[in-house]
């Protein structure tokens, strides 16, 4: 029943290591987003593949690595993790035809905390 | 570039009553998207509202509505009949259309909403 998922939902970590944060979506959509909301609630996109190609890729470390391996999933790797990345990582999902078109549909995100 | 500023950090407002929340936007685009989003304790983020700009007709959904003024490029949300369930973080939120491809939202600050018993 679930839409948009993503796993973990809580990540904690050591400075330095990699992590991968993981996303799916069961909409049928053909537009997959990553958000991140920082510590004050500020939320900003960072990557959008449209039928896995990078569409959108905003000032985002190259520590950061999206990749899609179908329409359905979007998945976040990220290296020599840093303490300012401890933040709530957003997957979310969007048609891109229909009545709902344009409309994202965000997943539970995930608390990554960098220590 | 398209800045969304949400004026007020905080408000309350009594269960039952009607409480207005206001944002208002920056762009020199036509054809564009508007939305309020709603995240409650649980991090969860919720679609509200959304609103086409090419249509006059303010969007409405049961006790939520918005007065999209397209001119003075405002978008505030008025909830009716305050319910204990509405206490949330509200986010409003823009995105400029870009046909078959989706785009990048870009929110405002928030405004955090608490309805009082």
């Known amino acids: 029943d679930t839409a948009v998922s993503q796993t973990p939902k809580y990540l904690v970590t050591q400075m330095g290591n990699d992590k991968s944060i993981k996303c799916e979506q069961n909409l049928g959509h053909d537009t997959m987003y990553w958000y991140k909301q920082d510590s004050k609630k500020f939320l900003k996109i960072m990557f959008s593949y449209n039928n896995k190609e990078l569409i959108i890729n905003e000032t985002v470390p190259n520590r950061f690595s999206p990749k899609s391996p179908d329409k359905a999933h979007l998945n976040l790797h990220i290296n020599s993790l840093e303490l300012g990345d401890s933040a709530v990582y957003f997957c979310?999902?969007?048609?891109?035809?229909?009545?709902?078109?344009?409309?994202?549909?965000f997943g539970p995100g995930t608390r990554l905390l960098v220590l | 570039a398209q800045t969304v500023t949400q004026s007020q950090p905080e408000m309350s407002v009594q269960e039952a009553e009607t409480v207005t929340l206001s944002c208002t936007y920056d762009?020199?685009?036509?054809?564009?998207?508007l939305f309020w989003y709603k995240q409650p304790p649980s991090r969860q983020m919720i679609l509200v509202i959304r609103q086409e700009a090419y249509k006059q007709q303010n969007a409405t959904e049961n006790r939520f509505s918005v007065n999209f003024q397209k001119a003075a490029k405002s978008f505030s949300l008025k909830i009716s009949d305050s319910q204990l369930g509405d206490t949330a973080m509200y986010f409003c939120a823009f995105m400029k259309h870009r046909g078959n491809q989706g785009g990048k939202l870009i929110f405002g600050q928030g405004t955090e909403l608490s309805v009082k018993p």
């Open positions: 762009t020199s685009e036509n054809n564009y998207y």
């Open positions: 979310a999902s969007s048609p891109t035809s229909g009545r709902a078109s344009e409309t994202q549909y």
